[in-house]
Every structure is written in C-alpha cells, then in structure tokens.
C-alpha cells in the first residue's frame, strides 16, 4: 500500500499538497483542464468530489430551507444589471490591494504579503499604509528580490460583454458574491409568496472573484460557490429571536476582537447564549449557532476544530454592525470558512436608492411600512465546507497502511461496498448489489484480495463494506465491515436494507446491529 503514497503521505505530513494529491488520486478534485496545464484558481471535481460536493449542499437546503417554515429558496442569474454592483458598493469598493514588483511583474497581494512575510494582519488597510509598511520593512519581491511599485486598489470582479459589441454600456460582471441578487429580488418575493417577518431568503449558487494569488488548493478559488441567507427582521424587533433555545447551549471557543487587539491568540470556550449577551444580537448569535450545528451534526465536523473568530473594528465593512468569521483549523492555520455579519438595513435601503422603486415591507400588525433588517447573514463557501470535510475525515491509519476517510456516513459518496469473496460468488454478489444501489449510493468490487479491496474503500470512505461468501448461498447471511474499527457482524440478506439504512443514518450501533464475528 506504502507505495501508492507520494513521499509527505508516507512521511504522515498532512499538508494542503498532501490533500491535493489525494483528491486528485481519488477522483475528488482536479485542476480544471488539466490537458492543457490547467488555470490557477479553477478546480474540477471529479466521480467522487461532485457526489460529496452535492452532498454539503443538499445537507444545507434542506436543513435551512425545506425543513424551515421562515426561509424560502431563490436561484438567481450570475449575470445582471450592473446597477446590482453600483448600488451594493462592489464595483467602487470590492478591491483587495496589489503590489507589483518594478522587474519581473510579479503580484502579490498586500495584505497576505504582509502578514506572511511580517506576520501582521492588515485587514482593512489602505494602499497609504501598505505603502508605508513596505517602505518601513524594505519588503522586496519575493521572487526577485527587487522593489515593489506603489501599491494599488484591483477590482476582483470579473467583466464580460453582453452581446456583439464590446463598449462600456454592455460590460456586465460576473457575480462576485450570491448576496446581491437576493436583495433585487426582495420585493418580488415578498409580493408572490406571502413571507411574513422575521423570514430569510437562501440562495446556492456560483460566484466569481479574480483573486490577486489564489492559493491554497480549494480555499482561495477564482470561480467557487457560495450559499447565502439573509435574514430580515422587523427593525424594532432586531434583538430578541423566539427560536433562540435551539442553539443557545451549544458551546464554542471564540477569540474576541478584544484580544486580537491586544495581540493574543486565545480562545475562550462559552455559549451561544453567552456570546448574544456580551458581543451581539441574539438573532445574529442564533445564526452562527445554527451554522455550527450543521458543520458538526450533518457534516460531522469535530467541534474542537472549529471556532468563531469576531471581527476586529477596523475590519466591519461599513454597513456591517458586527461579523464573526466560523474558523476551521486547517493545517495552514485558522481560517475563515463561513462569514456572518449584521448587514442592518444597508442594502435594501442602497437598492431602494439606485432602482426608485419602493422595497418596503408593509407590516400587517403596525398597519406600517418598515425597511426591514438583515440581522444575520450566513455566508457559506461550499468549497471551503468541502475542504474542511475532507481535512477532518483524513486520517492515515499506520496500522492498517492506508489512508482512512472517516466521513459521517450520511454524507460519503459511496455508502457501501459489496465483494463477492472469490468471482465465481458473482451472480449472487451481484443480485444483492442491485438491490442494494437501489437504497444507497454503492460499488460492486471483485478485483484483489479483500484485504485489499477494503483499503481501496477506506481510502474513499465508504463506511460499510459488506462480503458475500461460501456461506451466503445456503444460509443466506452476509459479513459487514466498519470502515472506522474494522470490527464485523454477520446479518441476513433479507434485512439487510434496513440495517444499513439505520447504520448510514446514525440510528443503529455497530456493534449490535448483527452477530458480532471475529475479523478474518
Ligand atoms: P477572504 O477574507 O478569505 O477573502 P471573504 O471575507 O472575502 O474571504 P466573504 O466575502 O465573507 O469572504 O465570503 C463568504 C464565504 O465565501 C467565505 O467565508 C468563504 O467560505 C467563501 N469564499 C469567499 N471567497 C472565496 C474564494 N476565493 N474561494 C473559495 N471560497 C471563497
């Protein structure tokens, strides 16, 4: 098996490399066109990447639209009116800022520069500061040591042209976030589907942003997917959430704004209801403790690599009152894998502004038109759930000289594989897998010893691997294996759907699910 590794999964270094190479061996994720050297910043997802890819956004839909009565689901267009981009501030505000080398034209973006090179954080400077900084620590091109230019402002929305001809009038953008289109979209919402607040509006969809240096496999994309609610409040009514006891007790670390100023990294575990009394609004605490919920209980995230980190003062976009970034610990630190901010009343009022068209709410109760409040915004990178997935099922087991993907068995892409133990037990092997696939997503595997078929299914998470032997054909039982202790029980055909199905979904153990057998 060893040798199927590259050198770091054999050292055991799990790194942002290690991870690219093995989704890549597995048929998760591929750099896209890859024929022809691939395009930084583009990924594909392969057999296997787009079944769990689907999978994270299936698990969101349906716990925060269909299984909700406050929320209802959009799909906007990744192309609009340019207006959207005036009235949000993206086309004058949505820039990170570049640094260009005077000789051999590299780009670095300033801030990442910065903190990697000085270990600062910049969020939030201005191209005066970063010109400063540089100056002050002689910072030089990393590849060719030489000076930087004036550090400038760089647009990350993408252009394009609609129709034939190329001019001002017809530059569009590509959507930079999904946010945006659920703002134009309000009224018409409002208008056709009798939504009442508090109520939310939740959006999947593509967006794009030409970052400066795209960078860490799927963390930092060009083209990436977002899912998005806003979700609007009476404006009186912005602090007290009636469904707050659903989340209130869940517990997280935080690092407070307050020590990052002070330049501590420390993280102080407390409640959901704790945050909402000291650091913001009990709708905007209950969100972040919804979102948390999902990472843990549907996507099976282990809570300890998981936090919330508050945005320091200077970082608050300026219709933001308060925002705390969901952190995951990848092996390249902490970092942001889902934002959330109290927008206020910002982009509706923007859009009301830039459109003249009246995108009130008439409130039935005060018999008055309110504009009403975003108090949270859950904004979700799905390829950053992704990641963050495959980074806390990766495990490289020694004992057993594989990789194990110890996926939540209700989100891997194959939930179960099905051996015969020697080819001429193929017919029987076969009928069962039938109507096994029928229930679950399931692969058939023949080749090899079944040593050896095992670890392929390990390596790409397949939680049950169940044998079809000598035995089977006359007393019509068969072997299941547990991808995470590799214990076995022995189970009749007849029930085994319904073992499976409560094993997939977490309702049946393991171990008492059949008659325990010693591993062979
Ligand atoms: P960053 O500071 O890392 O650039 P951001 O604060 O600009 O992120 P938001 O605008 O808050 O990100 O976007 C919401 C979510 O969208 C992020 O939490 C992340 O999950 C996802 N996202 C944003 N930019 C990218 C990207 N370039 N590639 C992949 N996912 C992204």
Request: hydrophobic fraction near 40%; include cysteine.
């Amino acid at each position: 098996m060893a040798q199927d590794k590259s050198p770091k999964e054999n050292a055991g270094i799990l790194d942002v490399e290690t991870m690219t190479i093995f989704c890549k061996k597995k048929g998760f994720v591929y750099k896209t066109s890859e024929i022809y050297g691939g395009a930084a910043g583009f990924w594909d997802f392969g057999p296997l990447g787009a079944e769990l890819n689907n999978t994270v956004k299936r698990t969101w839909w349906k716990r925060f639209v269909q299984d909700r009565d406050d929320v209802v689901g959009m799909d906007g267009a990744i192309i609009s009116h340019p207006k959207v981009w005036e009235a949000s501030g993206h086309a004058a505000n949505f820039a990170d800022i570049v640094l260009t080398c005077t000789k051999c034209n590299f780009k670095a973006r300033a801030d990442q520069l910065i903190e990697s090179t000085l270990g600062l954080k910049c969020d939030g400077w201005k191209a005066a500061q970063i010109n400063t900084s540089v100056a002050d620590n002689h910072l030089k091109c990393p590849e060719c040591k030489s000076p930087f230019n004036e550090a400038k402002d760089f647009n990350l929305m993408f252009e394009t042209t609609i129709g034939p001809v190329k001019s001002a009038e017809n530059t569009a953008f590509l959507r930079p976030e999904t946010a945006q289109l659920i703002f134009s979209n309000f009224k018409i919402i409002c208008d056709t589907s009798r939504v009442k607040l508090p109520f939310g509006i939740a959006q999947i969809g593509k967006a794009f942003r030409n970052e400066i240096s795209p960078r860490d496999f799927l963390f930092r994309k060009r083209e990436f997917e977002q899912m998005e609610i806003e979700f609007f409040v009476h404006p009186d009514k912005i602090k007290d959430c009636p469904i707050f006891a659903e989340v209130k007790d869940l517990k997280i670390g935080i690092l407070t704004s307050e020590a990052q100023e002070a330049g501590k990294d420390c993280v102080h575990v407390k409640t959901i209801e704790e945050i909402s009394q000291k650091y913001t609004t009990q709708w905007h605490a209950y969100w972040l403790g919804a979102i948390l919920k999902w990472f843990i209980d549907d996507l099976g995230i282990k809570p300890e690599n998981l936090r919330l980190r508050e945005h320091l003062k200077s970082e608050l976009a300026h219709y933001a009152s308060a925002c705390f970034d969901i952190e995951y610990k990848f092996p390249f630190g902490w970092k942001e894998i889902h934002g959330n901010a109290d927008r206020t009343t910002y982009d509706l009022t923007q859009h009301m502004k830039f459109s003249k068209i009246d995108l009130s709410y008439f409130d039935e109760e005060t018999k008055m038109k309110v504009i009403p409040y975003v108090a949270a915004e859950p904004s979700q990178g799905v390829d950053r759930a992704f990641l963050a997935v495959m980074f806390d099922a990766y495990h490289d087991d020694k004992a057993r000289g594989n990789i194990v993907l110890k996926l939540k068995p209700s989100i891997a892409p194959i939930q179960v594989a099905v051996f015969p133990l020697v080819n001429k037990l193929e017919d029987g092997a076969r009928s069962m897998y039938r109507d096994l696939k029928s229930c679950f997503p399931c692969q058939f595997d023949r080749s090899g010893s079944v040593g050896r078929r095992y670890a392929r299914a390990d390596e790409i998470g397949v939680p049950y691997c169940v044998t079809y032997d000598f035995d089977s054909e006359t007393d019509k039982t068969v072997t299941i294996r547990d991808r995470d202790t590799t214990l076995q029980i022995r189970v009749p055909i007849a029930g085994l759907k319904t073992i499976l199905a409560d094993l997939i979904a977490g309702r049946a153990e393991f171990s008492t699910a059949g008659k325990k057998i010693e591993a062979k």
